[in-house]
């Protein structure tokens, strides 16, 4: 079966440095990848997408890249700030169901001043 | 991007009735939303896709009899839990997009508890 894994356990870090979060995913071979922040009791927000031909790509502090032949992607917040704390989720689209997501159950990031 | 808006944000219900929960996309015409559902510490689990004027899709697992989906305008989908039960206790989100490559606009979800 499908899956998508990322680290359950918390990431916490020094305001300034830089967050490193890891999404692994077996049984796919996704056409793009998404990364979305969510904060407690909200929705998800979109950050960034991949497309599968795409090493890297780059928005303001963030960086996503994807290894499709690792099959992993890893998302980085650079010079993070306390307001960067949040759960990153990352997605890929659900065979399925059009173009639904499938998503994982997220890291915890806690970035302290 | 799209504005997405889900009401009523919290709703606390007795076991056994029901509950509706409407996701509005304000300044987007939808033929497609998604319901998605996710418990405590859990990732976010896509439960039906809504076709506007016509029935909805069900992921394997979600009965389609139990949670009422109806989107009758481009601008309108609902999810009704019929019978709710505390295991149906979770948080709900809607979502609406333009398709494949594209990123997904989400409503603020909807905290459902059945007591």
């Known amino acids: 079966s499908q899956k998508i894994e990322q680290n359950s356990e918390a990431l916490n870090i020094q305001e300034g440095k830089t967050a490193t979060l890891t999404c692994n995913y077996t049984?796919?071979?996704?056409?793009?990848l998404q990364w979305y922040r969510q904060d407690p009791g909200r929705g998800p927000v979109f950050l960034l997408l991949?497309?599968?031909?795409?090493k890297e790509k780059r928005k303001e502090r963030l960086k996503v890249t994807f290894d499709t032949t690792l099959k992993q992607s890893l998302f980085h917040i650079t010079a993070s700030q306390p307001a960067d704390s949040a759960t990153y989720l990352c997605?890929?689209?659900?065979?399925?169901?059009?173009?639904?997501?499938?998503f994982g159950k997220g890291t915890s990031l806690l970035v302290t001043p | 991007g799209a504005v997405v808006s889900q009401h009523p944000s919290r709703v606390i219900c007795k076991s056994g009735t029901s509950v509706k929960i409407e996701c509005r996309s304000l300044?987007?015409?939808?033929?497609?939303m998604f319901w998605y559902r996710q418990f405590p510490k859990q990732s976010l689990m896509l439960m039906a896709t809504?076709?506007?004027?016509?029935?909805?899709?069900?992921e394997q697992g979600v009965e389609k009899d139990k949670f009422l989906i109806n989107h009758a305008s481009l601008t309108l989908s609902t999810l009704t839990v019929t019978s709710a039960h505390p295991e149906d206790s979770s948080f709900y989100i809607c979502?609406?997009?333009?398709?494949?490559?594209?990123?997904?606009?989400f409503g603020q979800g909807t905290r459902l508890t059945v007591v």
């Open positions: 997605a890929l689209p659900n065979s399925n169901s059009g173009y639904a997501l499938n």
């Open positions: 979502s609406v997009g333009e398709g494949a490559y594209t990123e997904a606009f």
């Open positions: 991949i497309r599968e031909n795409e």
């Open positions: 300044d987007f015409q939808a033929t497609t």
């Open positions: 049984n796919y071979s996704p056409a793009y």
């Open positions: 809504s076709n506007e004027g016509s029935k909805a899709t069900y």
